[in-house]
């Protein structure tokens, strides 16, 4: 027997077929009751802000308001940093971090700038919690030391 294009498709369509039969079961209430406890909050990032000028290698308090917030907060928060369109790679704690771990109720965290970072005007803190939002861009001037 030769196995053509045609019998290929039909074996295809039918595997198809299958996957699409499986009967869909709706979430039942305690799954939903769950889902509705996941509220997502985006506080605002308040520091730093446009004109801010902070130096590598420097500690600073990353800011944001604690209006509005859920019952629970879904996820661990983390403070990244972004140079133009991109998050800054090997610049971290863990995975992409400058902090990670603390409570977003509190409304700040200190964080190290890495001493290596390259001078601009177009750096960004990114605050992770329930979803991200980013500070606006901000200046890094060159470490001190240099």
Same mark, same amino acid.
């Given at each position: 027997?030769?196995?053509?294009?045609?019998?290929?498709?039909? $074996?295809? =369509? /039918?595997?198809?077929?299958?996957?699409?039969?499986?009967?869909?079961?709706?979430? %039942?209430?305690? /799954?939903? &009751?769950?889902?509705?406890? !996941?509220? $997502?909050?985006?506080?605002?990032?308040?520091?730093?802000? #446009?004109? *801010? =000028?902070?130096?590598?290698? @420097? &500690?600073?308090? $990353?800011?944001?308001? &604690? /209006?509005?917030?859920? %019952? #629970?907060?879904?996820?661990?928060?983390?403070?990244?940093?972004?140079? +133009?369109? !991109?998050?800054?790679?090997?610049?971290?704690?863990?995975? @992409?971090?400058?902090?990670?771990?603390?409570?977003?109720? *509190? @409304?700040?965290?200190?964080? *190290?700038?890495?001493?290596?970072? =390259?001078?601009?005007?177009?750096? !960004?803190? $990114?605050?992770? +919690?329930?979803? @991200?939002?980013?500070?606006?861009?901000?200046?890094?001037?060159?470490?001190?030391?240099?």
């Amino acid at each position: 027997m030769k196995f053509t294009t045609t019998t290929a498709c039909l $074996v295809w =369509v /039918a595997a198809l077929s299958a996957v699409c039969a499986t009967p869909f079961s709706a979430p %039942d209430a305690d /799954a939903l &009751t769950l889902l509705a406890a !996941r509220d $997502v909050w985006s506080p605002k990032v308040t520091t730093p802000h #446009h004109g *801010t =000028v902070w130096r590598a290698g @420097g &500690t600073y308090a $990353v800011e944001w308001s &604690t /209006a509005n917030p859920p %019952d #629970h907060v879904s996820n661990r928060a983390s403070i990244a940093l972004r140079k +133009g369109d !991109r998050t800054m790679e090997g610049k971290r704690v863990h995975a @992409g971090s400058l902090a990670e771990g603390f409570d977003l109720h *509190t @409304g700040h965290q200190d964080i *190290t700038l890495p001493e290596d970072l =390259v001078a601009g005007d177009d750096y !960004r803190i $990114v605050l992770f +919690g329930d979803s @991200g939002n980013w500070s606006p861009p901000f200046t890094i001037a060159a470490d001190h030391k240099a």
